[in-house]
């Protein structure tokens, strides 16, 4: 249960870090190419899912 518990924790932490740092390259590619080009778009969208794939992590962990 101890292992279960700890690879949960170690899975949560990786998406909490694959969110913060697609998030800060939406943020790096908007200042560059503005809010509504294509490559800010696509990232946002990348954004979107890390999100979802997180939140349906915890409700399904719950």
Do not use: C, H, P, W
Request: glycine content about 2%.
């Amino acid at each position: 249960m101890q292992k279960e518990l700890e690879l949960m924790e170690k899975k949560e932490y990786v998406l909490q870090r694959k969110i913060s740092e697609k998030r800060k390259e939406m943020v790096k590619t908007a200042n560059l190419y503005g809010l509504s080009d294509v490559k800010t778009v696509q990232e946002s969208q990348e954004l979107d899912l890390l999100i979802n794939k997180y939140f349906l992590y915890k409700n399904n962990s719950m």
